[in-house]
């Protein structure tokens, strides 16, 4: 059983919390009206991207030692055509900047809530989380705390395969905004 802090508690926050209480965990969700004393072994930033700037600058120090999953897709949410971090890095790689004592993942940015409630993709196929990271014992340590969820995990390689995460939940997100897909429909992976 693993301490997890999910800061936001939107669709995306509850769906990701309800696969960490499904495998045992215990769970604690911040708001921005929440006080923030400690943080659990694993952190989850299921906010907004702009968002992130502010709750790393208010609460650094406690993220040092923790494992810290950034789920985000900065997009340009004027425009909806671009991503907002330069082009040869990634939200993941930006944050990993600005908390080196900390182990970043990027995981959760290609798959929609729905799917993670249900487990499936377009209602047949598994729902397969997808991870970038350079810490592989932080890897490990995330699938295990979400062993018996539901979930099926690929390690995509280190942290910057983010980039490439990021620009896939981009096209995603763009798919279903404009409604080609659906949102509890995305990218699936046959294993």
């Known amino acids: 059983m693993a301490e997890i802090t999910i800061f936001g508690k939107g669709n995306m926050g509850s769906a990701i919390g309800s696969n960490f209480e499904a495998a045992g965990n215990q769970l604690t969700y911040l708001t921005k009206e929440t006080p923030v004393e400690h943080l659990g072994d694993i952190v989850v930033l299921s906010v907004p991207y702009p968002a992130i700037a502010g709750i790393l600058a208010a609460h650094r120090n406690l993220f040092a030692g923790k494992i810290v999953i950034d789920i985000t897709n900065p997009l340009n949410f004027k425009t909806f055509d671009s991503l907002v971090v330069p082009p040869d890095s990634s939200a993941a790689a930006e944050i990993a900047k600005e908390i080196p004592d900390a182990s970043v993942i990027k995981a959760f940015n290609t798959n929609f809530a729905a799917t993670l409630v249900t487990k499936k993709v377009a209602g047949e196929h598994p729902t397969t989380v997808l991870l970038a990271s350079d810490d592989q014992e932080a890897k490990d340590k995330l ?49």
């Open 143 to 191: 699938v295990a705390a979400l062993e018996g969820s539901g979930l099926a995990f690929i390690d995509a390689g280190s942290l910057k395969r983010a980039r490439e995460l990021e620009a896939m939940g981009f096209l995603q997100i763009t798919l279903a905004a404009s409604e080609k897909i659906s949102w509890a429909g995305g990218f699936g992976i046959f294993l």
